[in-house]
């Protein structure tokens, strides 16, 4: 199996761009899809990239997804921060029998 | 709209077992593979098992394999979890969660998760 790495948290402005990285140990970064959830407080995550990149309906085109096979890893970048995007954010990608999840990163819009 | 609503959560003491249900609505249960994720207090979310939508294959986390089991009764819409042996790390909010239409392998939609405390 392998794991998929997140920084525990960021931290960054109203109005500015973050970006958090999901860095996978083994196999490559391109061989299956990478998912990205928010997760606000008590509540249940939501899909806010889907396919490396893809955007479901009703997220802002303020968000956005990419994959580097350089550095095997995986980015969700959020620009024109709001408060509202205040939340835990987890990345996700599979293999044959598994699913993996990052450990999450704490997003502060401070 | 889809609807996953769990139950079956509580206290229970270590080495005991409990089962999660989870009804579900909404969507044509009898033809999606579905998820058991898991999120201890305070901590991130933890993939648990998959079971494909005739319940033909079943596939589990490491750290539960043998100790739970997955099963689904598609006539009454409703996905179990089985849980034995449990243990205080097992300690958590379980969600059940729909796939999305073409990957399988991740979620679309959650339901509102239920907590399961393991403790003497």
């Known amino acids: 199996n392998f794991m998929l790495t997140q920084p525990h948290s960021v931290s960054e402005s109203p109005g500015k761009t973050v970006t958090i990285s999901c860095t996978r140990s083994s196999g490559s970064i391109a061989s299956n899809y990478v998912q990205w959830y928010q997760q606000r407080p008590g509540s249940a995550p939501s899909t806010v990239i889907y396919e490396d990149n893809q955007r479901p309906s009703g997220v802002p085109d303020r968000f956005s997804g990419s994959i580097d096979s350089s550095s095997n890893s995986a980015s969700l970048t959020i620009s024109g921060l709001k408060t509202e995007d205040e939340a835990d954010y987890y990345c996700?990608?599979?293999?044959?029998?598994?699913?993996?999840f990052g450990g999450g990163t704490q997003l502060t819009v401070l | 709209q889809v609807q996953l609503e769990e139950s079956g959560g509580g206290v229970v003491q270590p080495g005991r077992s409990l089962r999660l249900s989870c009804a579900a609505s909404?969507?044509?249960?009898?033809?999606?593979?579905m998820h058991w994720v898991r999120q201890a207090p305070g901590k991130g979310l933890e993939w648990v098992a998959l079971?494909?939508?005739?319940?033909?294959?079943?596939y589990y986390a490491d750290s539960v394999k043998g100790r739970f089991t997955i099963s689904r009764d598609n006539s009454k819409n409703t996905l179990y979890l089985q849980m034995n042996s449990l243990k205080p790390e097992d300690t958590a909010v379980y969600y059940c969660?729909?796939?999305?239409?073409?990957?399988?392998?991740?979620?679309?939609?959650w339901g509102q998760g239920t907590l399961v405390t393991v403790s003497s």
């Open positions: 079971i494909l939508y005739d319940g033909s294959y079943k």
């Open positions: 969660a729909k796939p999305t239409t073409v990957l399988l392998w991740f979620a679309e939609s």
């Open positions: 996700q990608s599979y293999d044959s029998s598994n699913a993996v």
């Open positions: 909404g969507f044509t249960f009898s033809s999606y593979g």
